[in-house]
């Protein structure tokens, strides 16, 4: 049967080579994206979110080796063993990289070219992958500045990145991936730096225009109170691997996995009754140079036990929608089936 999802990653690893040896920065990560929906992906920095996406766009750094995994996309397989050779990989995701797939940097001022203007910069993707002429793709290009809020496009679209705020950098760079409607948007980190009031402006737009378009989205960040607001299901990485994944109220109102409790307790509840002490997690996350043989979160876990050290966990199905990879799962799972044998002996 043919699959209804847009995007299946299965069993993706990815090291990178360095002078210490290799880094294990994505390890044995799987997950899938439908049509229409947004996908969060939370975790601390060096949590293998963003190399993650990288890999799926075909831009890992020169150092970095896609060592095993299948990459699906739009029903086909993209993975680079698919290709016969690097060329053809390169070429066919030229080919669909800022036309069927594009990505929000997270520094608008690094990937904005500065010495080209925005017109130009607006127009490359739509002049590179349609048929339209320049002046098809100007007029597009200002429907587009106009979508994203940008003030006098017809002035503004002539002028430089430097001329531009932070956040107006940030929905122009909005503004480039959208350009051909692309059927998945990676959006890696887009508030980072922006101030609270220009965070909310920018996901909002996120969600407006993703919405309107039909456009599968996954936001790369290490922000709960985003993803809270945005994502309709959360994937929560740390050390390289998929510690929990569930829709937003599983994840927030059901949190299974103690990392992802951790994470809840350091940010503010809105909806608690009284004001609650926030409370960091204690540690440091693993050296991927070496990493555990066993959960990645063993050394910061308040409730690890010695098999976590040794061998890491399969998933743990919760529901439909909900899985967590730790060995607690599997102790409640004995109780309650001791449990469960009791009852019958008393019966």
């Known amino acids: 049967m043919e699959?209804?999802?847009?995007?299946?990653?299965?069993?993706?690893?990815?090291?990178?080579?360095?002078?210490?040896?290799?880094?294990h920065d994505v390890r044995d990560v799987s997950f899938s994206l439908k049509p229409g929906e947004i996908l969060g992906i939370v975790g601390e920095s060096g949590s293998g979110k963003s190399v993650t996406m990288y890999a799926i766009m075909g831009l890992l750094a020169a150092n970095g080796i896609l060592r095993e995994g299948r990459i699906t996309?739009?029903?086909?397989?993209i993975s680079r063993s698919a290709f016969p050779t690097e060329k053809a990989y390169i070429q066919h995701m030229n080919q669909i990289r800022g036309n069927k797939m594009a990505m929000i940097f997270q520094d608008p001022m690094t990937f904005l070219n500065p010495l080209q203007t925005i017109e130009r910069q607006i127009m490359e993707p739509i002049l590179n992958h349609t048929s339209m002429?320049?002046?098809?793709?100007?007029?597009?290009?200002?429907?587009?500045?106009?979508q994203v809020g940008i003030p006098s496009p017809e002035k503004r679209i002539r002028q430089y990145p430097h001329q531009f705020s932070g956040g107006m950098r940030q929905r122009i760079i909005i503004a480039i991936a959208l350009a051909n409607n692309p059927k998945l948007l990676i959006a890696d980190e887009p508030t980072t730096a922006l101030?609270?009031?220009?965070?909310?402006?920018?996901?909002?737009?996120?969600?407006?225009?993703?919405?309107?378009?039909?456009?599968?989205?996954?936001?790369?960040?290490?922000?709960?109170?985003?993803?809270?607001?945005?994502?309709?299901?959360?994937?929560?990485?740390?050390g390289g691997k998929v510690m929990e994944a569930g829709t937003d109220r599983e994840i927030f109102y059901s949190p299974n996995h103690p990392y992802t409790r951790g994470l809840l307790s350091c940010i503010n509840n809105p909806e608690?009754?009284?004001?609650?002490?926030?409370?960091?997690?204690?540690g440091s996350p693993p050296d991927l140079l070496k990493p555990p043989r066993g959960c990645p979160f063993v050394?910061?876990?308040?409730?690890?036990?010695?098999?976590?050290?040794v061998r890491?966990?399969?998933?743990?199905?919760?529901?439909?929608?909900?899985?967590?990879?730790?060995?607690?799962?599997?102790?409640?799972?004995?109780?309650?089936?001791?449990?469960?044998?009791?009852?019958?002996?008393r019966a």
């Not at 002429?133 to 106009?146: C, F, I, N, P, Q």
């Not at 737009?205 to 109170?225: E, F, P, W």
Request: aromatic share 2%; with cysteine; charged share 30%.
């Open 73 to 77: 996309f739009d029903g086909d397989d």
């Open 272 to 282: 608690a009754e009284e004001e609650q002490d926030l409370i960091p997690i204690p």
């Open 133 to 146: 002429s320049r002046e098809e793709a100007r007029t597009r290009a200002l429907e587009l500045m106009v």
């Open 299 to 309: 050394d910061r876990c308040e409730q690890a036990m010695k098999i976590c050290k």
């Open 3 to 23: 699959s209804t999802n847009l995007l299946e990653v299965s069993n993706l690893c990815v090291d990178f080579e360095t002078d210490q040896g290799l880094v």
């Open 195 to 238: 101030d609270v009031t220009i965070q909310a402006q920018i996901l909002e737009l996120i969600r407006d225009l993703t919405r309107r378009s039909g456009t599968s989205t996954v936001m790369i960040t290490h922000d709960l109170g985003v993803v809270a607001c945005l994502c309709d299901r959360i994937l929560i990485m740390y």
């Open 312 to 345: 890491m966990p399969d998933s743990t199905v919760l529901s439909d929608t909900h899985i967590s990879t730790c060995w607690l799962n599997e102790v409640r799972r004995r109780a309650e089936s001791d449990e469960a044998g009791k009852g019958g002996d």
